[in-house]
């Protein structure tokens, strides 16, 4: 059985930063795609970003140039750095993985940003 635990939310000011991390665990024989998503309050799921295995990036335009997604393999461990944030960016953040060919989502984790 494989799980995923965020971790790094919380409360902050307009213009701070926060850095999310997203842990796999488990049997793991493979790890493939690892994307962020968002909830806010009333809204469905959206896109945030995405690394694949080999490194590529893609993002939400309304994070581009202030959200950076990267990876650590040796860790089976998936970050986001959030800077600049803006109150619109509060939402429910959730990590996806492709783990031995099969996607994972964690529990979510609340990231508040105050104006």
């Known amino acids: 059985q494989v799980q995923l635990q965020e971790s790094g939310g919380g409360l902050v000011q307009a213009g701070g930063s926060l850095r999310l991390s997203c842990a796999a665990s488990?049997?793991?024989?493979?790890?493939?795609?690892m994307a962020w998503y968002r909830q806010a309050p009333g809204k469905q799921r959206d896109f945030v970003a995405v690394?694949?295995?080999?490194?590529?990036?893609n993002y939400a335009d309304s994070v581009k140039g202030r959200f950076t997604i990267s990876r650590d393999n040796a860790k089976n461990t998936m970050y986001l750095q959030m800077n600049s944030l803006e109150p619109e960016d509060t939402a429910v953040y959730y990590c996806?993985?492709?783990?031995?060919?099969?996607?994972?989502w964690g529990q979510g984790i609340q990231v508040t940003v105050s104006s």
């Open positions: 690394i694949t295995s080999g490194s590529r990036t």
């Open positions: 488990g049997r793991i024989f493979s790890l493939n795609d």
């Open positions: 996806n993985m492709i783990v031995n060919q099969f996607a994972y």
